[in-house]
């Protein structure tokens, strides 16, 4: 899982990163909101770690432009500002959850993969939607119990896009982490993997976003 940190602290900011990635996280830590739009702009992240007192902006603010260009991307806070008022706040702006500083790190653990499970339905190995299970440690997938056999680049690519459920992930995004060194847009290679990957796990998952990318929709199509 991709976390993105927002964080102006540097004594937090890297304690924070170094035990995440100790659990296992993929963390990319920014200090400032320009550098947080950057990283959302350019390397997707599957869940936003936010600071509220940020050295160029108010956290809230940069929330509630999440919320509006990045839809249901999970968002978790974590400030110092303990009032009941502001916890209502924030969530109330479009939070998931908020955790009050200080922290212990076992407590961020677990709050990242309940947040996890609640959006996603990833319980820190599998990833489940709708019959199609894809079982992380093993990278064993299967459809209504029945085994798919992938190849390395099929899987990732359904593993992209289940890590981001309802959530359109871009062609480039797809093809520079996902494909061989980052086969460009000039190459149907990535075309050919997506077919394969629909025709083995079945129709009604992955849906084209035509010109932009590919998303797998937490409801299918009615």
Request: charged share 25%.
């Amino acid at each position: 899982m991709k976390i993105l940190l927002i964080e102006d602290d540097l004594d937090l900011g890297n304690g924070v990163r170094i035990a995440l990635t100790d659990h296992g996280f993929d963390v990319v830590w920014t200090r400032h909101i320009e550098g947080a739009l950057r990283h959302l702009e350019d390397q997707p992240c599957d869940l936003v770690l936010l600071d509220l007192g940020l050295p160029d902006g108010d956290g809230l603010h940069l929330l509630t432009r999440m919320r509006r260009d990045h839809g249901a991307l999970p968002v978790l806070i974590l400030s110092a500002r303990d009032a009941l008022k502001d916890r209502l706040q924030g969530l109330d702006s479009g939070a998931d959850d908020y955790l009050v500083k200080p922290f212990e790190v076992a407590e961020l653990v677990s709050r990242i993969r309940a947040l996890a499970r609640r959006s996603y339905g990833f319980d820190g190995e599998t990833l489940s939607l709708r019959g199609l299970q894809l079982h992380v440690p093993t990278r064993r997938v299967t459809v209504q119990g029945r085994p798919v056999e992938l190849t390395v680049s099929e899987y990732e690519l359904l593993r992209q896009l289940m890590m981001r459920v309802d959530r359109i992930v871009t062609r480039r995004t797809l093809e520079e982490q996902v494909l061989p060194g980052g086969q460009s847009n000039a190459s149907n290679s990535l075309d050919v993997h997506m077919a394969n990957l629909r025709r083995k796990i079945g129709d009604g998952y992955v849906r084209t976003v035509r010109g932009v990318g590919y998303v797998i929709d937490q409801q299918g199509a009615a």
